[in-house]
């Protein structure tokens, strides 16, 4: 029945159906009301970082990231070739305080930042607005993770509070869904979109039809929830076994997780290169991710690593952490 919308060529548009559902279901629940001409689908969230730096920046502008961060954020801001500045993050996420003057735009993951699991206090961000407003930048926001919430409420998205168009805003369906499925979305003021869907087209146009129109009927079914609370269920099992095996054995969380989330970011001895750790490990079928490749610096501490458990069966977390 929906033959021609799963094969049709959207040209620069994308399928209302999915469109809707984004605009009447997912967005509200972050507190979040935006019109179809606000909201662009993407293939995943990397792409949809990639358009707003190209959209935003040029190599007269200021760029202000999180430090440690998304490692393919900082590949993506150093290809526009602008001045880029590193925050490092306490344990409420990116510090205002240490904002530069010139900064032309911002990007944050606020609700849950990736690696260390901090989560921005309600004041900071009205303090990160306020910052906004008044000096006249751009917030990007990447709700990464944002479905994992089971330890407590998930905070109301930056973009929920703010008044003056000034924050972009990321999703993704990769992460709850499966990470092949690289469908994600752009929440901003028209103008942006705009910008933003003109620079897709001429490079891939709009994600593929089919993918799409199954995806806007998985959500309006009722399967997304279904799976989402599935997976929340088995991630808050894991995450609680995992975190008693950490302090039976002595180790070291050194991210605060008030969210829930994926993983644990750890803190190994200081004389400790995780890199030869997790090589070390790897031989005895245990893999960690070791934490450098996340901070600015090539000279940055070697010794944080992040466990994951989405993964990972619960029986296998206690020997595995052991």
């Known amino acids: 029945r ?6 049709t060529d959207y040209f620069e548009r994308d399928d209302p159906k999915l469109v809707e ?3 009447t279901n997912i967005l509200p629940r972050r507190g979040i009301n935006a019109r179809a001409d606000q909201i662009l689908l993407t293939l995943g969230a990397q792409n949809a970082l990639w358009l707003t730096a190209q959209v935003l920046l040029t190599q007269r502008r200021t760029a202000a990231m999180e ?8 590949d993506i801001l150093g290809q526009t070739r602008c001045n880029l500045v590193s925050l490092d993050v306490d344990e409420n996420g990116l510090p205002t305080e240490q904002l530069p003057a010139d900064v032309d735009v911002v990007f944050t993951t606020p609700s849950h930042h990736c690696p260390t699991n901090a989560t921005m206090p309600l004041q900071r961000r009205m303090e990160l607005l306020k910052q906004a407003r008044e000096n006249e930048f751009i917030l990007v926001e990447d709700d990464y993770e944002l479905e994992m919430s089971f330890l407590n409420a998930a ?4 973009k929920s509070l703010d008044r ?7 999703g993704s369906f990769s992460k709850s869904l499966f990470p092949g499925l690289r469908l994600g979305y752009l929440v901003g003021s028209e103008p ?8 897709r087209a001429t490079v891939l146009r709009h994600p593929p039809g089919h993918i799409q129109r199954t995806v806007a009927y998985f959500l309006s079914l009722g399967h997304y929830d279904a799976l989402t609370n599935r997976m929340v269920q088995a991630f808050k099992q894991r995450r609680a076994v995992m975190d008693q095996a950490i ?7 050194a991210g605060r997780n008030d969210f829930g989330g994926t993983s644990f970011w750890m803190k190994a001895p200081t004389h400790i290169d995780t890199m030869d750790l997790a090589e070390a490990l790897r031989a005895k079928g245990v893999l960690i991710e070791p934490g450098h490749v996340f901070f600015a610096h090539a000279g940055g501490p070697q010794n944080y690593y992040r466990l994951a458990y989405s993964s990972i069966p619960t029986a296998k977390i206690a020997a595995g952490v052991s």
């Open 2 to 7: 929906d033959f021609e919308a799963l094969t």
């Open 21 to 23: 559902f984004i605009a």
């Open 67 to 74: 430090n440690p961060c998304y490692p393919g954020l900082r």
């Open 155 to 158: 905070s109301p998205a930056l």
């Open 164 to 170: 003056d168009g000034r924050v972009v805003y990321i």
């Open 192 to 199: 942006f979109i705009r910008e933003a869907r003109a620079l």
């Open 247 to 253: 302090r039976d054995n002595d180790l070291t969380i």
